[in-house]
């Protein structure tokens, strides 16, 4: 987990690397497709732990996004989390997110390739020159 806004300490150490196919982010990147959980409590897609931890903190529905590279392969996943059990989404709605997750998906592969190795090059030709 890289960024998060109002979760708790559990939430966010139980999260911090997911490894198993039993919440709505591990099933989005498997898919690679959204997937939106309107009642966290009644899922199929939870196993007890990770579902008792997102409860705890509040939430009752969830919608994973993948952030995905040019290829379609997730290198992210951005999530909402809600208090209340969601009716789902609109077709207008599921478009825009899945764009955002293509171009968000895009701008994280640019930056990574360009930005951070232009840094990194920066850092190593400056202190080579030092010496």
Do not use: Y
């Not at 959980?37 to 931890?53: H, L, P, Q």
């Not at 899945?98 to 951070?116: I, K, Q």
């Amino acid at each position: 987990m890289v960024r998060h806004s109002g979760l708790e300490r559990e939430f966010t150490s139980f999260f911090a690397f997911v490894d198993s196919p039993t919440t709505s982010c591990a099933q989005a990147a498997e898919d690679r497709r959204q997937v939106t959980v309107r009642d966290v409590a009644t899922a199929d897609v939870f196993d007890e732990g990770s579902r008792r931890v997102i409860l705890r903190a509040g939430s009752r529905a969830c919608h994973s996004v993948p952030l995905v590279n040019r290829a379609g392969v997730p290198i992210g996943m951005a999530s909402s989390h809600h208090e209340r059990p969601l009716p789902g989404f609109t077709r207008a709605q599921l478009h825009a997110l899945e764009t955002t997750g293509l171009m968000v998906g895009r701008w994280l592969c640019w930056h990574r390739h360009t930005v951070v190795r232009d840094a990194l090059d920066h850092l190593h030709t400056t202190a080579t020159a030092e010496r």
